[in-house]
């Protein structure tokens, strides 16, 4: 095991473009940490460069006690597992595992013992003699991780390994991975474009966005705390609803105000934020997380209330998914640029609505709301995220974490609500 530790580290590759740019990162002995963004952002090139299959442009690497600049990747004592397993189709599981350490010139004795070990962490002792094309797809991706165990190394990479696999197995695949990073405590950088992957995995979670390091920090802290617009946005799924709104504070009392609607805020609030009180008046940039969201017969009268249309409802058994659509244009920003739905995967989920908004609520999967209903939503608005419209910077803090205020009347104050 190993401390890895990235100092100012850049690649840029010929003709100028730049896919790293002056990033550092600590990473502890045992740690768990997951690199993640958009497409091109730079964290599979990240992972090469620790690798030494990418050759850097500046700065340092250091793995352990050792800089790794200039050392061949065989000799840096990593283990890689990429999303293709490219596995012999001609050999057995246990002829895929051992086939590193042969090349090794590992002792036999010694090669059997880690094959056993391995395949029994992994649950294919029963599949030893079986060729790859007998496996399912979550059995070949084991294998692949076992032969990156055999070789006992101080450092796992990963590259997206559950990407090509359906989505019920990449549920069960992360559980495993968890469960086998608690039993060999081994530091791992792992990559991912779904955040979802990295908010389960991670001890940390690291934000990448055009080869520049946006965050570093424990999954809730950077759902509850994002230091930006572009975070703030990533961060979350469903992701956050963002508009442009102004703060005021007059005769009625203080608030948020956007579209029709003007969302009262409590002076707690804005002491427990003092970063907020040279935006009153002025304009902001407004965030609301779909979780602090409820049908508002559900919730006390102390949460703010939105009358909405609802568009869509999405019943996900545990929680119903709410669309409808705010009467605003969608935030243009540099920050939102690359949070929007790629065409290749389809384009968003719901139709477009020329100059307005498309907002989702979570409420609670007993509500009775269907399509096309008027219903009026509560909204925990102690949990509102507001960002700095030029520099898409968080504007302080949103209060630290406490019991939630109950969601039905019959729940105590110190219940929590859904998830």
């Not at 600590?26 to 090469?48: A, W």
């Not at 579209?259 to 002491?271: C, D, K, Q, T």
Request: proline share 6%; aromatic share 6%; with cysteine.
């Amino acid at each position: 095991m190993a401390q890895i530790v990235l100092n100012e580290i850049d690649k840029t590759y010929p003709g100028g473009m730049k896919a790293v740019n002056g990033l550092s990162l600590e990473i502890e002995d045992g740690e768990f940490v997951v690199l993640v963004g958009p497409s091109g952002c730079g964290k599979t090139t990240v992972l090469r460069m620790i690798a030494g299959l990418e050759e850097i442009t500046g700065g340092t690497i250091r793995i352990g006690d050792r800089v790794m600049n200039r050392v061949a990747p065989k000799d840096r004592d990593i283990a890689m597992v990429f999303q293709n397993y490219a596995l012999y189709p001609s050999m057995t599981v246990r002829e895929n595992l051992a086939f590193g350490l042969r090349m090794r010139k590992t002792p036999k004795q010694e090669i059997n013992r880690r094959v056993v070990d391995a395949a029994n962490i992994l649950g294919l002792a029963q599949y030893l003699e079986r060729k790859p094309a007998a496996l399912s797809g979550g059995q070949r991706q084991r294998v692949a991780m076992g032969r990156a165990i055999v070789r006992e190394p101080e450092v796992f990479l990963m590259d997206e390994p559950l990407s090509n696999l359906d989505a019920k197995l990449r549920v069960s695949m992360r559980a495993s991975l968890a469960e086998l990073h608690e039993r060999l405590n081994v530091t791992t950088v792992y990559v991912t474009h779904d955040q979802v992957e990295a908010m389960t995995l991670g001890d940390r979670v690291c934000v990448l966005r055009g080869g520049v390091l946006q965050q570093v920090d424990t999954p809730q802290n950077l759902f509850d705390y994002p230091v930006n617009l572009f975070v703030g946005g990533f961060i979350g799924s469903p992701s956050m609803n963002i508009v442009a709104a102004k703060l005021v504070r007059d005769d009625v009392g203080t608030a948020v105000m956007f579209a029709e609607y003007r969302l009262p805020i409590s002076e707690h609030v804005v002491h427990a934020r003092p970063e907020i009180e040279p935006y009153f008046g002025r304009d902001v940039i407004l965030g609301l997380r779909p979780s602090d969201f409820e049908e508002a017969s559900l919730v006390d009268e102390s949460w703010a209330r939105m009358p909405v249309t609802t568009h869509v409802t999405e019943a996900l058994g545990g929680e119903i998914h709410v669309i409808f659509v705010v009467d605003a244009p969608p935030v243009e920003h540099k920050d939102v640029v690359d949070l929007a739905p790629e065409a290749e995967e389809g384009g968003a989920a719901v139709p477009l609505y020329e100059g307005k908004s498309v907002w989702t609520a979570r409420v609670d999967a007993h509500s009775q709301v269907r399509a096309g209903d008027r219903i009026e939503l509560g909204v925990d608005t102690r949990n509102l995220y507001f960002f700095d419209p030029d520099s898409g910077l968080a504007i302080g803090k949103k209060q630290a974490a406490e019991p939630r205020r109950s969601r039905r009347g019959t729940r105590s104050a110190d219940s929590p609500g859904p998830a």
